[in-house]
């Protein structure tokens, strides 16, 4: 067949083209076997040459040979076709345009031109897409293989870089249809199937994943170039459309590359209306469909943010039609909607130049943001706050709304999401960084001005009242007040009249005219309803007197009532005017009026300007009052979060709290303050967060000068230590140690300061103080800052003269510890501790100072003296000696006073002298401080040094050893290795220095020992020595003392928990408590029997005790010192304390001890037991508070199902309704699934006959409707049968279980339902053998029972004890399985199984 002849038909897929089609439509006549294709790619070239492009019509067979055999064939064959095509198609578009210009061009040329284009792109865009098909199959190849050697694969596969060549023939193929091709086909009408061949490869290359990298950027820029031409040239639309609509639903992708391409169709092509087909297409969507198909949900949600950025003016017209999506279950999408309408505020509708309808739009907008503030779903409620953040940080929200802006951000903090949380933060901290109103912000700054300001707009608007009420015509004010006067008139013309009160008045006022001067009085005032009775009533009082007589039958009530009123309004207001004007007249005259009337009009225009200004000047403060007001408030609630778990928030806090000081809000110190226990964080960020919020704020601080601000620093620095407790001091001080570590306080704030300690620049005693902290904690970082000046320090503060400033003397002997270690030396270091000789200055004036203040009452005197002691036993060689002859010294001048006492004393018949109680109460303190600095020394000190020398000697022999020694004994080398020697060694040096202690240093012969007598006695008889300070002292001192020896504790323990129960003092039970604590450290085996009396202090009515006790507690159980049993309930109860601090403390506690593997579930049984006694527990509504918190530790679905049959089981002993309430309320707070439901199915004969109670059957049904939310079909089918038990036990009590069933049919029941469970042995109960009997009982076959069966069963009365203390093997059903359970298992566990055994 001719080429002129046929006709070339786009085939949908290449097998068509080797079938007989219509007439004259072409046909692939043979497809050439693989070898004999370079032969024939050769003859169509030379064919190319001589015919140019139409030589295709002839050799077409040969291109779709290659293609049909593509995988097959050579890759240097495949790159010549592809070369040669390229080669093809870019000589026809530059032909075509001549022959289109040709008007003589005969019908069959055309046609041979028409054919021989529509072969040469269906061959180019044919090969082109073989190509990208082999690329993305090798790309995935390359994935599972790795990608070592991949560029090697590709190149091998492909012959060349397929990814560089691919630009080009698109460029290739947008200059062709650029042409006006369109008069090769009749009519000037292209075919579909053209336009849909060279568009369908662009979308199958936006297919590829790889698409959307950087490196594909020209390749994508070709692909929207094409796609633009036929859509301004080919009609492309609506075809276009869809193909987007369907990229977007299955290729994430493409969401970022589709929206650039229609930006760029929008605005360089001029197609603005694709924007609004799409959008169509996509509102369109129903909102039930897209919640069902996340991933096309998460596609248009991407392509309607990003394209709102693009072009947000045009996407504003189809805004109306995507509000239907903002009531839709696909959060993505509602998501999408309002970070448009966001970017429309920002980009379109911002500035003060709107009209009316863009400020209506923009109020809509924002109307619609802040409602989704409180939308159900956090990921909106965060999207909302973070495009407010935005829209603050471009100043783009209007001052109007700020307040409720601020107030919904204020509220998002108290959200149960984290990241609601964090976005809150971090819009008020945008608010503050953007607020209008003033650098500084604080609520007492603003009051005064905001109150002055008020007071006088007040007085401008009175004394405007009062000019226009000079001036106002009568008439006029009537037909002001007529409309409110009429609806006054109709209400009470409605209700009966009031006639005993206003009848008195009337009849007292016998005048008509002073009636009708009220009745004005009362309109003016718009006192409209007393104005109508009392002219009701004087119309009946003064029938006959004018005006009241003028009454018109014929007319109605109320047209009467308005007449009078408006003839007594006007006429009284007129009569007043007149005199008004007549007295003006004769002071003045008529002339002088009509001037001033005059003159007012530029005077009135005046005071209306100051009057708008005045009110405009209120309103500025007192919308910096409100902002003020809610940031003080947002301080509150954010300083409470800043102990949360996760880092993110914590940092955003730590960061707002920078900024909120920066703005000089007062309470923003209180949030500075409480970060800084965050410096211990293990969160390495949170940590660094912290540092760079003191690095902000205290280390650039504001002044002209270097050394003005360095005055500043040092100023700032120490505000922070002015009332500082000892925690933020220590935390403090590792924050200036951190920063002198890395050098960045200068050297001329430590000269500053030792300037200011030295008194060199004049200071107040407390600045003097605070420069000697400051000096300390950055001896810390670098002791020599203290160690060079070491003879300075001492003569600052223990100098000679009397009385010394003790204050200023302790601060001094804390930075003098900081120049040595204070940690108990490793083995690894060989370097002698730092010690000074006792003959040291230092030494000889703490001896002095301690000895001289011995005698005198100061209560600066004791700590100062501790951390003398302290510093002595740290630093000086032989330190015993040195505090024994300070103990010599201050018992001589005690005996010494009591001398004097007793030679003053006439009759020696009187009581015998005694001594002052603040000796006794120095003395006792200060041999109690010696007795554990004693201990400290032995233990750390000089056990350390008797290990360092020990190691040293063991080096030493080992080098002096014959090489042949050193293998004769292969059994010492294995314990070497085995670490066995050190072991040995050291426990040799502990028991010594347990030996002394036990043995010597309360021995009769040392000076220690003198003082337990005196000791004892105080402390055996506080009715005789009962001042509070002086017990306190003496009972730290026993405290101290039973700290030495094991067999002087044993001895005192019994005094030490007397005191503990009994004192009447809250110091002393206090401190007591510290000191048990410690001993139960020390000696926990002689403690252990006491632990009872330790949990009952958290009880104590004492808040002091209580926090105390709660962290001695916390301490002993966290590092498992004491048995954990079901006292703990104890700690539970201080969940609920009325003091924020120690309920903080219980809840921090217990958030410890849930990551302590199943503490908290082995202990839950217990706690509810103890709990909910009606004895000893707690009232109903506190019980809810603590469980509500203990059950949000129970998170493994085991763990949940176990104390849910645990809970039901309980049932049956439950004695009371109170504690059948309480089980059901734990039971509906655990987060119960599928399974937990069938353990509560098995179990409900149970707790079925408690149903009958409105709480508990609520309870129960707050579980099924809690599980119904997202249940799968066979789920629902269990709740179903859940909820109709427990309405018909409700209703009928448990024989309605027997009617359901037996209506229902037992086959009926779910399978899951008729599962037996894994625990079926009976046991009997235990016997009591406690002081309860509520608590869990054994576990019991779960198989459905016949009512009389339950009743026979429910009749035995039996005992229950604490599974605290006695369990039994059936409970360990309960327990986690071996792959459940953390393989290092916590002490704290319920009680021991092996007593059932035995």
Known sequence: ???????????????????????????????????????????????????????????????????????????????????????????????????????????????????????????????????????????????????????????????????????????LLTQLLQLDIRHLWNHSVIEEEFVSLVTGCCYRLLENPTISHQKNRPVREAITHLLGVALTRYNHMLSATVKIIQMLQHFEHLAPVLVAAVSLWATDYGMKSIVGEIVREIGQKCPQELSRDPSGAKGFAAFLTELAERVPAILMSSMCILVDHLDGESYMMRNAVLAAMAEMVLQVLNG???????????????????????????????????????????????????????????????????????????????????????????????????????????????????????????????????????????????????????????????????????????????????????????????????????IDPEESEETRFLNLLGIIFKGQAASTQEKTKSAENMVSGQTVCKDKSNMSEPEKSRENDELVKQEMLVQYLQDAYSFSQKITMAIGIISKMMYENTTTVVQEIIEFFVMVFQFGVPQALFGVRRMLPLIWSK??????????????????????SARAKTQALIQNLSLLLLDASAGTIQCLEEIICEFVQKGELKPAVTQLLWERATEKVPCSPLERCSSVMLLGMMARGKPEIVGSNLDTLVSIGLNEKFPQDYRLAQQVCLAI?????????????????????????????????????????????????????????????????????????????????????????????????????????????????????????????????????????????????????????SETTMEEELGLVGVTADD?????????????????????????????????NPGLYSNPDLSAAASLALGKFCMISATFCDSQLRLLFTMLEKSSLPTVRSNLMVATGDLAIRFPNLVDPWTPHLYARLRDPAPQVRKTAGLVMTHLILKDMVKVKGQVSEMAVLLIDPEPQIAALAKNFFNELSHKGNAIYNLLPDIISRLSDPEGGVEEEPFHTIMRQLLSYITKDKQTESLVEKLCQRFRTARTERQHRDLAYCVSQLPLTERGLRKMLDSFDCFGDKLSDESIFSAFLSVASKLRRGAKPEGKAIIDEFEQKLRACHTRGLDGIEELENGQGLSQRAPSARKQPTVSRHQPLASAASDSDFVTPEPRRTTRRHPNTQQRVAKKKCKVVFS???????????EMTEDETPKKMTPIRRASTRRHKS
Not at 684 to 701: I, K, S
Not at 999 to 1016: I, N, S, W
Request: contains cysteine; hydrophobic residues 35%; proline residues 5%.
């Open 1 to 171: 067949m001719s080429p002129q002849l046929y006709e070339f038909h786009l085939p949908l897929s290449p097998e068509e083209l080797l079938k007989s089609g219509g007439v004259n439509q072409y046909v692939v006549q043979e497809v050439l076997s693989v070898r004999h294709l370079p032969a024939q790619l050769k003859a169509f070239q030379n064919a190319f040459r001589a015919q140019g492009p139409l030589a295709m019509l002839e050799h077409f067979d040969t291109i779709y040979s290659i293609l049909h055999h593509f995988r097959s064939i050579d890759p240097g064959l495949k790159e010549d076709t592809l070369e040669f095509l390229i080669k093809v198609v870019s000589r026809h578009s530059q032909e075509l345009p001549a022959i289109l210009d040709d008007t003589t061009l005969s019908l069959s040329d055309r046609n041979a031109h028409l054919n021989a284009l529509k072969m040469n792109c269906y061959a180019l865009i044919r090969l082109l897409e073989s190509f990208e098909t082999m690329t993305s199959q090798t790309s995935l190849t390359d994935l599972d293989l790795g990608g070592k050697g991949k560029k090697a694969r590709t190149k091998a596969a492909q012959g060349s870089n397929w990814e560089e060549e691919r630009q080009p023939i698109l460029q």
């Open 352 to 550: 003060d130049q709107l009209e009316e309808a863009a400020r209506d739009t923009r109020d809509q907008f924002l109307d619609t943001l802040q409602a989704h503030g409180h939308d159900v779903n956090s990921f909106v409620r965060s999207r909302v706050l973070q495009l407010f953040t935005r829209i603050v940080q471009q100043k783009a929200l209007p001052l109007t709304r700020f307040q409720a802006v601020v107030a919904l951000a204020v509220g998002r903090l108290a959200d149960k999401s984290v990241l609601v949380c964090k976005n809150a933060i971090q819009l008020l901290a945008s608010f503050l960084a953007n607020n209008p109103f003033s650098c500084k912000l604080s609520d007492t700054d603003l009051a005064g001005p905001l109150q002055k300001e008020t007071q006088k707009l007040q007085e401008m608007r009175a004394h405007r009242r009062r000019t226009a009420a000079a001036l106002l015509d009568p008439e006029e004010e009537w037909e002001a007040m007529l409309p409110e006067l009429k609806s006054t008139l109709q209400q009470l013309l409605k209700l009966p009249q009031e006639e005993e009160e206003i009848s008195e008045q009337i009849t007292n006022s016998e005048n008509p005219e002073e009636v009708k001067g009220r009745i004005h009085q009362l309109l003016a005032k718009a006192s409209y309803k007393q104005a109508i009775i009392l002219t009701r009533e004087a119309t009946s009082h003064f029938q006959e007197s004018e005006p009241f007589s003028h």
């Open 683 to 704: 969160e390495p960020g949170v940590r660094e967060a912290v540092l760079n919020a003191y690095r902000q704020l205290y280390l650039n601080p504001q002044g002209d």
């Open 817 to 969: 510890a900081n120049i040595s270690d204070r940690r108990k030396p490793s083995l690894g270091k060989r370097h002698l501790p730092f010690r000074l000789p006792q003959e040291h200055r230092l030494f000889e004036r703490l001896q002095e100072t301690v000895t001289k203040g011995f005698i005198h009452p100061d209560p600066l005197w004791i700590p100062f003296k501790e951390v003398a002691v302290t510093l002595i036993y740290q630093l000086a060689e032989g330190p015993e000696v040195l505090c024994a002859q300070i103990l010599h010294s201050c018992a001589k001048q005690a005996l010494e006073k009591l001398g004097e006492r007793s030679t003053t004393q006439e009759d020696p018949k009187e009581t015998p002298p005694m001594l002052p109680t603040f000796l006794l109460m120095n003395l006792l303190s200060l041999a109690g401080d010696v007795a554990l600095q004693q201990l400290i020394h032995l233990e750390q000190a000089v056990s350390g040094e008797l290990c360092r020398r020990r190691v040293l000697r063991e080096e030493q022999e080992h080098k002096t050893k014959d090489p042949k020694e050193k293998n004769t004994s």
């Open 988 to 1020: 040799t040096e502990a028991e010594l220095m347990r030996g002394i202690c036990e043995m010597e240093l309360l021995d009769g012969k040392q000076t220690l020992a003198a003082f337990v007598p005196l000791l004892l006695k105080v402390c055996n």
């Open 1364 to 1374: 605290s203390d006695e369990s039994s093997e059936e409970e360990l059903s309960a």
